[in-house]
DNA sequence: TGTGACATATAAGTCTGACTTTTTCCGTCG
DNA sequence: CGACGGAAAAAGTCAGACTTATATGTCACA
């Protein structure tokens, strides 16, 4: 994660954005610069700073002689890490976790195909590392090491894609990952089916089978939908 | 687009922000808050503003005793509208462009899909209506009115799926599609195998096709791909 | 009664200067 | 050569005065 609290506006922003990414301040819902810098107790050129940071999210418009004011949800930068740690730290969680999990069942097939063209030979080292990784520690009950090799797993194809705007979800997918793991229902050791697709994907890539890669992770992420009931009748 | 120079931090902006994306600071350049703001003859405080909105994109670090550091490309926040935005008007508009395609090759077939179980009859009459609008414009170089009916209808299907990150990139998409009739080749009419697939694409979600929907957008985004000569060897 | 111009109050925006705090760098001493 | 400690540099914070845009209410006039 990015450091929290780096600096008063920080602190301010810790508290300010969760609360409007839950909706604790409807759209529409005027805040006042001065009234919020004295219930922070921090000075007018601090709050302003938080202000334009909200601003440049989106989640708020700053005008003259009217206020700060809270802008409707579908104008929000979903795609802010910031923005989506906070919703998924909130209420929203469960909604933003399905968003999500829709979200990479359209790229990580796309990517693990481009992945399969693109992976360079460290790259498709590293996958193998991890597929390996994942199938050790698939039985008896070592969630958190499997789910380490796991997020890497996910983060090296989508490095490998060799495309930016991919890469940078891995953060994301990582988030939604440990969500799984750490909040969701996840008792029993993870599906031994899905293991065998992570490691198949791993030879696709290798292989340079664009795809057979491609196929497979869609696979996957089927799974991962069909975990949320997200399913297609 | 959002308001430019909504004050003087936003004046800032618009030269920092795409000299940054630019690639003009390298990475690891420091700036001193200071410096910059005699260089744009404003006061600290606005300049502190500034710099704020660029470290929330992650585009810059600010550090005690040190300076603001600029990040690595692979650490800039891609998904912001103004880092988008300033990176189309830059010299790194081409890369930037590919990027942004692929992306929609990846999401918008997916997209399709769940518009076409999720769209209500409204969207249904107003995707047919872009489509018709499509036809009509397809001949006699009526490039611009042809322009604004794509552009409408590719929104209306992110909308309709029903999933909030997908509609957010709406603005993304219309972006990359009046790119490519402003900036790149389009001397001629649009490809007439391009508009009957749209029409197509507006059947099929009328009547609930998913699969068809999804197959039949993943082919015009093919064509996407085609044109920016990203192919699959 | 409606409509336009104008005055007024309000909240953000801006600037300045002084002060604090953190952190790096460097020189000294063991 | 390493540890300790001081000094400097830059960001961070604060307080107060001033400016500017603008929403809203008022009043005259049609």
């Known amino acids: 994660m990015t450091t929290p609290g780096r600096g008063l506006h920080g602190h301010v922003l810790d508290t300010l954005?969760?609360?409007i990414t839950a909706g604790e301040y409807p759209p529409g819902s005027v805040l006042r610069t001065d009234e919020l810098a004295q219930h922070f107790e921090v000075s007018r050129s601090v709050m302003r700073e938080a202000v334009r940071v909200l601003e440049s999210m989106h989640l708020v418009e700053s005008r003259r002689r009217v206020g700060v004011t809270v802008r409707p949800k579908a104008e929000w930068n979903v795609y802010d890490p910031q923005v989506i740690r906070w919703r998924l730290a909130g209420a929203d969680r469960p909604h933003q976790?399905?968003?999500?999990?829709?979200?990479?069942?359209?790229?990580e097939p796309v990517a693990a195909g481009l992945a399969?063209?693109?992976?360079?030979?460290?790259?498709?080292?590293?996958?193998?590392?991890?597929?390996?990784?994942?199938?050790a520690n698939s039985r008896g009950h070592k969630l958190e090491e499997y789910l380490v090799h796991d997020i890497a797993f996910h983060r090296v194809i989508l490095n490998a894609s060799g495309n930016?705007?991919?890469?940078?979800?891995?953060?994301?997918?990582?988030?939604?990952?440990?969500?799984?793991?750490?909040?969701?229902?996840?008792?029993?050791?993870?599906?031994?089916?899905?293991?065998?697709?992570h490691v198949q994907v791993a030879e696709a890539v290798r292989e340079g089978d664009a795809t057979r890669a491609e196929e497979l992770t869609r696979e996957i992420t089927v799974g991962a939908l069909q975990e949320l009931d997200i399913l297609a009748p």
Chains 1, 2 share one sequence.
């Open 164 to 197: 930016e705007m991919f890469a940078r979800l891995g953060d994301v997918v990582a988030e939604v990952l440990a969500g799984r793991t750490h909040h969701e229902v996840m008792f029993e050791d993870p599906d031994p089916a899905a293991v065998t697709l």
């Open 17 to 19: 954005g969760p609360a």
């Open 97 to 107: 976790l399905r968003s999500l999990t829709v979200l990479r069942s359209a790229v």
């Open 116 to 135: 399969a063209r693109h992976a360079t030979a460290e790259q498709c080292a590293e996958l193998t590392q991890c597929a390996l990784g994942m199938v």
